[in-house]
């Protein structure tokens, strides 16, 4: 499963022939914003663009997010039936 990305006023997806370039034009971006909410996800939005992280309910096998990093070096573990991702328990 891998993210969804908005950039240049279109959506690539991991199968779209230019997927790559898109989220590595991601990376010199500062993050702007952050949400998550159920049925919608994850969502991290950048100066350059954005990235969406709900999967289908078939392509979700363990965990859907993990994220490590922040000040404190807590970190957080997103799951299927938990948080955010209540919909795809």
Do not use: C, N
């Not at 909410?37 to 363990?62: C, F, N, Q, W």
């Not at 807590?74 to 799951?79: E, Q, S, T």
Request: charge should be negative.
């Amino acid at each position: 499963m891998w993210p969804v990305v908005q950039a240049s006023g279109r959506l690539w997806h991991e199968q779209d022939l230019g997927y790559a370039d898109a989220l590595r034009r991601l990376t010199p971006g500062t993050v702007t914003s952050t949400s998550e909410a159920t049925g919608s996800g994850i969502r991290i939005e950048l100066d350059t663009g954005m990235v969406v992280i709900h999967p289908a309910k078939e392509d979700v096998y363990v965990e859907i997010a993990h994220l490590m990093g922040f000040p404190d070096r807590a970190w957080m573990v997103w799951r299927p039936g938990e948080e955010s991702f209540e919909d795809l328990a």
